[in-house]
């Protein structure tokens, strides 16, 4: 195990903290661009959009393509959205998350120049050299090695000029292209302008590098005592909101099973410790790398590296233990327990189906009853839950769909390192020890607790609510409250029957009243009748003959359809024959 690397104590010609960490924009505004500008790049964006058919619908992996021939702004907010399984189906952001958004590194000048306007000196007064070569480059910042004036080895990650005012102008312009093209046939699916609002608050989020700083310390901070956990050191006097410089971490990718077997590294032990300590982020932080793909983990020296904090996932203590009671319900195969926990982490957005939700959960839990339990799959059974949720029209946290990512990416990283690794099995047994920790058991016990209290509390009040009711009941005060619910067949069929019931009844009455009136001297008359009741009687047989069409119209459809069908399945027959 190594230890982390010290930097020395004096560090020349560091510029104040009140210059270093100012949160004005120095960067060259390169992304603001005239109105004819603008005007170009949306019909730059329209054009695409049509050159793809989009009128025509949209699946998957032509939104990917899109994006791509969009630039590597669009890159990167497919990424982003690739993690909003609570917007997109589940289809889309499996598909968005292969996109990729290394792209052409910009000139080292521009380098050199947002660090000196993030700084607001010279370059080399705080670094020894920088390599022009950039380790990476993305489309919103690109990763250079640099050395700074004490020695230190560290990497400078620099935001790309003009950049927050680029992606906040083409978010705008992607507003009035969905406006430009009301024909899109997506709508139905995707509400384009909310996934638009909603990428724009993640994009600044990872636009604004002291946020990264704050994550990083506070991941540190929280596994400061798991010895084979690290982040690299963080030089936070040197961080701005363009500009964040960390050590330099030269190790194996947790993927490179020929490096780590060749240097006496055991697979299967990186691989639990990996998903142990994910768990651990999960189950009792909350706070979490939602982005753990091998660029962004390593070993060195014995220990597991955690880098790249811009996209982290936070759930709350109720969060928590509301996933918790949902993996305890899916492993005793208990849907009621599932049913108690998807309800408490999502929201009804309209009016809520509980016997839909309930069959609908019913039917993901078959899928599971006879599987044994390492083997189940955690990641897919999230993105289960959450497809469930979206169809039965719930909102969720976001925190829940970043861990679906979280699991899906760890995922892939196992399949790699090694495949017979259950992350079920190691979520259970870590449950299994927190309920036996001190803390646990002490919170098990004063929740438990309460509810024999409130328990107790209405049993004893029971026989008072019991002669209340019957009291009422007695002087005839008593009301009961009904929520009825029915199949939508059902309601349609009671609709059909009132309203020709009430058809019925106003034609009978129209006839009726006609006849009354023609048996009186009323005038005007037509051919002795009295012409308001021969009026009665000519809108009592129109509509009667309208109401008999109708029926007649509909049978001779529905006869049609049955020998249609009748039809198809006769030569379905014929070919089994043959």
Known sequence: ???????????????????????????????????????????????????????????????????????????????????????????????????????????????????????????????????????????????????????????????????????????????????????????????????????????????????????????????????????????????????????????????????????????????????????????????????????????????????????MGRLTDRDRELITQAVQGIAANDTSRVQDAVMGLGEFRGEPNRSRLYQDLKDLMGTYFDAELGNIDIAAIMQDLMEIMKKNGMTMPHGLTMLARGLTQLEGVLLDLSPDISIMDIAVNRMRQQLFTRENLKQELKTEGMKIYLSAKDLIELPTLAGKILREYQKGQTRINLDLHSSDSLTALLHHLVRNLVIGLCLAGLFISSSIICTTDMMPQILGIPALGALGYFVAVAVSLYVVFRYLLREHRRKKRARKYAEKFSRNRERLDE
Not at 128 to 137: A, C, Q, R, V
Not at 178 to 195: A, G, K
Not at 284 to 294: I, R
């Open 1 to 311: 195990m190594s230890d982390e690397k010290t930097a020395a104590s004096d560090e020349r010609k560091k510029p104040s903290e009140s210059t270093m960490n100012r949160p004005e924009r120095n960067a060259p505004e390169q992304g603001k661009s005239s109105p004819a500008g603008a005007r170009s790049r949306l019909s730059e964006i329209t054009s695409i959009l049509r050159a793809h058919g989009i009128m025509h619908g949209i699946t998957p992996v032509k939104l990917r393509e899109i994006l791509v021939d969009l630039g590597p702004t669009y890159i990167k907010l497919g990424q982003i959205m690739s993690t909003r399984s609570d917007i997109l189906p589940k289809e889309y952001c499996d598909e968005l998350m292969k996109l990729r958004s290394d792209v052409d590194p910009m000139p080292f000048s521009e380098v050199l120049q947002v660090i000196g306007n993030s700084y607001g000196t010279a370059w080399d007064e705080i670094f020894e050299w920088i390599d022009p070569k950039p380790l990476g480059s993305a489309s919103i910042a690109q990763v250079h090695r640099a050395r700074l004036r004490d020695g230190s080895e560290v990497v400078v990650k620099v935001q790309r000029p003009g950049i927050y005012e680029t992606m906040k102008q083409d978010i705008t312009l992607m507003h009035r292209a969905v406006r430009l093209i009301p024909s899109v046939r997506i709508r139905e699916t995707l509400n384009l302008d909310m996934i638009l609002d909603e990428l724009w608050v993640v994009a600044q989020e990872e636009m604004n590098f002291l946020q990264e700083a704050a994550n990083m310390e506070e991941f540190a901070e929280r596994n400061r005592d798991i010895k084979y956990f690290y982040v690299p050191r963080l030089y936070r006097r040197y961080t701005t909101e363009q500009v964040l410089v960390m050590e330099y971490i030269d190790g194996f990718a947790v993927d490179d099973r020929k490096q780590l077997l060749e240097h006496g590294y055991d697979l299967e032990e990186i691989g639990t410790k990996l998903v142990d300590n994910f768990m651990k982020q999960v189950m009792d932080d909350g706070f979490f790398h939602a982005d753990p793909h091998p660029g962004n983990v390593c070993i060195r020296g014995g220990k597991i590296v955690w880098m790249d904090m811009g996209m």
